[in-house]
């Protein structure tokens, strides 16, 4: 089992910047930030494994940046330049052997 704390979500202008957080209950291997999107599935934003290799999805490239303080057990998700379109949940989402767990969503508002 895994506890997800996130933190972070809020309103911001067009263009601006924001930050998110998530804090794990222990070492965790795959830690990653997802996004509800329109349909059923959530989609994958960024991951970053253990070690630090890390995963973007294409609208992700060159805005957003995912790191991780492993001594922490936390991610964050720095995200820049935001636009209207990146309205959304954003989820934290952590995997290892045994254990696959969601945070809780934390709202993202991109709006003037």
């Known amino acids: 089992q895994v506890q997800l704390e996130e933190s972070g979500g809020g309103l911001v202008r067009p263009g601006g910047s924001l930050t998110l957080s998530c804090v794990a209950s222990?070492?965790?291997?795959?830690m990653a930030w997802y996004r509800q999107g329109s349909g059923n599935q959530r989609d994958v934003v960024a991951l970053i494994t253990s070690g630090g290799s890390t995963t973007y999805a294409e609208f992700a490239k060159g805005r957003f940046t995912i790191s991780r303080d492993n001594a922490k057990n936390t991610i964050y998700l720095q995200m820049n330049d935001l636009r209207p379109e990146d309205t959304d949940v954003y989820y934290c989402?952590?995997?290892?052997?045994?254990?696959?767990?969601w945070g809780q969503g934390t709202q993202v508002t991109v709006s003037s």
């Open positions: 222990r070492s965790i291997h795959v």
């Open positions: 989402y952590v995997a290892d052997v045994g254990v696959r767990e």
